[in-house]
């Protein structure tokens, strides 16, 4: 990895998040600057989230020796039975030099899910009584007129599980679970915080809104929180899981904290091979 390939790095990081940005969401360049209703739909966040990737990116650059440094993915192809990856594909999971690409993809989906929390989290009608996730599972468990199956095309045994929470009144605190839960997936990705565990909680609410019938943003949101599992060792190097991984390790290695090695090498960009 060379200086110059760590600028066009960081290009290619900005570009997907305007990218990002532009397609799959409207108003976060060109709507208010700033919204104290609505804070995290503000446009400042937009260009403070672009400007942070560029300084990463520049960061690490500077951070490299005028040579650069050679990275290779150890091989897995000595080891009886086991198949191994792309090379590509196992520096990008697993290489921190490569946690810029996650950059982009953590702050288009922890800003959606902050707003749509901020959204709930001011409304009575989720945080007083759940009036609007009653609404929700009554128009989700609805069946039209003359039509024999439920309209959102949902499973049976979900359909009957909607009307089970209906039945027992499961809004009342369920809705607040919700908002609240929505939110701090959000402030996870954004901050970097045990990615993995925040993207999976995420993808898991995309996957249940979307057995309920509801599209909106739950494919892209549940697609990209794929990816983000995926790559969950190094999507939160530029955050918290710099020093959160660092300290408490992964359930195979034990963090500094617990008596074990480093995650991460705090002091550069690259891991350490301890």
Not at 27 to 40: K, M, R, V
Not at 205 to 213: E, H, I, K, P, S
């Amino acid at each position: 990895m060379t200086r110059s390939r760590t600028y066009l790095l960081t290009a290619t990081s900005a570009g997907l998040y305007v990218a990002l940005c532009w397609i799959f969401a409207d108003g976060l360049f060109t709507g208010d600057f700033w919204n104290s209703e609505a804070i995290a739909s503000s446009a400042i966040w937009t260009y403070v989230m672009l400007a942070a990737i560029v300084v990463a990116g520049l960061y690490q650059a500077q951070r490299l020796p005028a040579d650069g440094v050679v990275i290779k993915p150890t091989t897995d192809s000595t080891t009886p039975g086991q198949v191994d990856d792309p090379v590509a594909w196992k520096l990008l999971l697993g290489n921190t030099f490569f946690a810029l690409v996650w950059m982009p993809v953590r702050f288009f989906v922890g800003r959606e899910w902050v707003a749509a929390g901020e959204h709930k989290l001011r409304d009575d009608a989720w945080m007083k009584g759940g009036a609007a996730l009653k609404g929700y599972w009554e128009r989700a468990t609805a069946v039209p007129e003359g039509r024999p199956a439920s309209p959102s095309g949902t499973y049976a045994w979900f359909e009957d599980f909607l009307r089970y929470m209906l039945n027992h009144e499961w809004y009342t605190w369920f809705a607040k679970v919700i908002a609240v839960g929505e939110f701090l997936v959000g402030i996870g990705l954004i901050v970097g915080a045990l990615v993995g565990i925040a993207a999976f909680c995420g993808t898991l609410m995309n996957f249940n809104f979307q057995l309920a019938g509801s599209a909106s943003t739950n494919p892209v949101l549940f697609g990209l929180g794929v990816f983000i599992v995926l790559g969950w060792k190094v999507a939160g190097y530029w955050g918290l899981d710099r020093y959160l991984l660092t300290a408490v390790g992964t359930p195979w290695r034990r963090g500094a904290l617990l008596g074990g090695t480093r995650s991460y090498d705090t002091t550069s960009p690259r891991p350490t091979t301890a």
